[in-house]
């Protein structure tokens, strides 16, 4: 007998993810299901800003809804944000213009978010503060906003909802939707992992897939258009910048460019696209794009070198015939009993800042389908881990391990960076740096591996942030190869394959960028994986996912 359910939330994004977390806390019989890994699609490509929506000032019930969920991030996870000063340099009378108004709405709403009103600079101050800038400013302005660690944010709400009686399971792929009676009956994935096709029974269905909401929709015979938009971010090599920068594109659009944990991030580029969301690359036109328009305020930028790039597709709204920076950055929860297919719903749009808000609205519609009264309390109850503050200075002394390794454990652990410390107690030699660049240590590894169901390498990529700096996993990868294995008793083909499946996952985001200097550090990394294992043949060579075979 297939297993029945109340709810299932089809998309580990973060979307999915707080729409289970939500499902869960509420008592419904809920389980998560994701083709490959917890945040591996969309919003792994994002930037991470939980911002105020300000960008988006001329739909002001958007604007109170971020920063009112601003405000909620900094109570359920706090340990995962960070606090960024942004200076918007203004070189010439007309980047001023819209500067006022935005000043005013930004100001309005500060208090509640704790963070001060708009400032305007001198150019003097402003070079104080970011001595990267154009000398030839004639004013900044100063605000403040909060990121959050994406990947951290989505595994977290996967395991609380765990915590709270859902199934989570990754690397399954939802194939059908089948309907009896015009409402949704059974929902049929594809396990990589067993490679075998299981089956559910539920009464309904959220469908959470950002980018692929069409295509889902589609298994189940409702009809659903997203306005797809195609987003590439620049990673650069080290922190250039010690602010965020915001400044006028080429185009008169704002771009950025955001210091990222130990790399800044500059991006975005937004085109709409009709391309598969599975195989988009960054093209060279949007990297010179982006260096182009930056470089007018951090005349530096192309002095640091390109690591990798990064794309990811907008859901958007279907709100055509006007540009892209028109169309609203609300979402759209469409209940497809308009389609006939009841307790089916799909989400449209949104942004990852709105993820909790948007699982509450479809919680609640989930809730009203099946009878079920209950109140939501995610904006409330802590995430794992933000229970209490974390005294790093103390941890690090007591523990033996450097203040930098532990500060880093506690920003992606808050209060359980304690347990992982502890595992050292009995095994000293795991306070050992496997990732020198952001660094990660042994114990925190074995730890990801044993509580937070990574699958692959990548997996654990995404939880401890392995391999995401400045070398790009060449130093880090065959050591944690190593940890892995033993932690999941894999034979020395099976670590192989694990090996080539990063370095390939990682090519990549290298494969856009690669000139100038990144060359030369190609060249490296291929000679390091050359000589080691003769990894060489095996390099590129590397085995397709199952959306990523062509005919
Ligand atoms: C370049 C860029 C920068 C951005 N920056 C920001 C930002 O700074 N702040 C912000 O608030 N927002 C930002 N956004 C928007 C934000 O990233 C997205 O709105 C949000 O992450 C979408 O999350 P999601 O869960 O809906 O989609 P996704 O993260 O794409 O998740 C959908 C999941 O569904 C899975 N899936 C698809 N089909 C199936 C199937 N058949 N079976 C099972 N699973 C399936 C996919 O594998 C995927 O994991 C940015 C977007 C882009 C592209």
């Known amino acids: 007998m297939p297993k029945e359910y109340d709810v299932v939330v089809i998309g580990g994004g973060s979307t999915g993810t707080a729409v289970v977390r939500d499902c869960a806390m509420r008592g419904l019989k809920s389980l998560l299901i994701e083709r490959d890994d917890i945040a591996s699609a969309t919003v792994g490509t994002c930037a991470g800003m939980i911002s105020s929506g300000l960008k988006y000032m001329e739909e002001p019930h958007i604007v109170d809804m971020c920063s009112e969920e601003v405000v ?7 340990h995962l944000i960070m606090k960024n000063p942004i200076l918007t340099p203004m070189l010439e009378m007309g980047d001023l213009s819209s500067g006022g108004s935005f000043a005013e709405e930004y100001s309005k709403r500060a208090a509640s978010r704790e963070v001060p009103p708009v400032l305007f600079l001198t150019p003097e101050d402003s070079l104080k503060i970011e ?3 154009n000398p030839n400013l004639i004013a900044s302005m100063y605000f403040e906003e909060f990121f959050i660690d994406p990947f951290r944010l989505c595994i977290l709400q996967a395991m609380d909802a765990r915590s709270h009686g859902a199934d989570i399971k990754t690397y399954c792929e939802v194939i059908e939707v089948t309907t009896r009676d015009g409402a949704v ?5 594809f396990n990589r992992l067993t490679r075998q096709k299981e089956r559910v029974t539920t009464k309904t269905v959220v469908n959470a897939t950002g980018p692929w909401a069409d295509k889902v929709a589609r298994m189940a015979g ?6 797809l938009n195609k987003g590439a971010h620049v990673v650069l090599d080290r ?4 602010v965020g920068i915001i400044a006028k594109a080429v185009d008169g659009r704002m771009i950025y460019l955001f210091p990222h944990e130990n790399t800044v991030l500059l991006g ?12 988009l690359v960054t093209e060279q036109d949007e990297i010179e794009y982006l260096l182009k328009s930056i470089e007018w305020v951090i005349p530096s930028i192309r002095e640091a070198r390109i690591v990798r790039t990064m794309e990811g597709v907008r859901p958007l709204v279907a709100d055509w015939k006007k540009p892209e920076g028109k169309v609203t950055r609300g979402y759209e929860l469409i209940d497809h009993e308009r389609d006939g297919v009841g307790g089916l719903v799909s989400f449209t749009g949104g942004k990852l800042v709105m993820c909790r808000h948007m699982a509450e609205a479809a919680t609640n519609l989930v809730c009203a389908k099946l009878g079920r009264e209950s109140q939501c309390r995610t904006h409330i109850e802590p995430l794992p881990g933000n229970e209490s503050d974390v005294d790093v200075v103390s941890l690090a002394r007591e523990y033996g391990v450097s203040q930098h390794a532990v500060e880093r454990l506690r920003a992606r652990r808050g209060t359980n960076a304690t347990k992982v410390l502890e595992m050292t107690r009995e095994h000293p030699e795991w306070k050992t740096t ?19 169901f990574p699958r692959t390498i990548n997996d654990l990529r995404r939880r401890v942030r392995l391999g995401t700096g400045p070398c790009q996993g060449t130093f880090c990868t065959f050591k944690a190869a190593a940890v892995f294995a033993e932690e999941l008793d894999l034979d020395g083909q099976e670590m192989r394959a694990e090996i080539v499946d990063f370095l390939a996952e990682r090519w990549k985001g290298k494969r856009p960028p690669l000139r100038g200097e990144q060359v030369a550090q190609e060249e490296v990394v291929q000679g390091v994986y050359a000589c080691v294992a003769n990894l060489d043949q095996e390099y590129t060579n590397y085995e397709l996912k199952p959306w990523e075979e062509r005919d």
């Open 72 to 78: 909620h991030f900094n109570r359920i996870a706090r």
């Open 131 to 133: 001595p990267k800038i």
């Open 185 to 189: 009956e059974e929902v049929v994935f």
């Open 222 to 227: 409702a009809d659903l258009e997203i306005r």
């Open 239 to 242: 922190r250039v910048v010690n």
């Open 268 to 279: 975005t580029t937004a085109l709409d696209t009709w391309e598969d969301p599975d195989t």
């Open 434 to 452: 496997i990732c020198t660049c952001e660094p990660v240590i042994e114990a925190e590894i074995r730890y990801a591996i044993r509580e937070e």
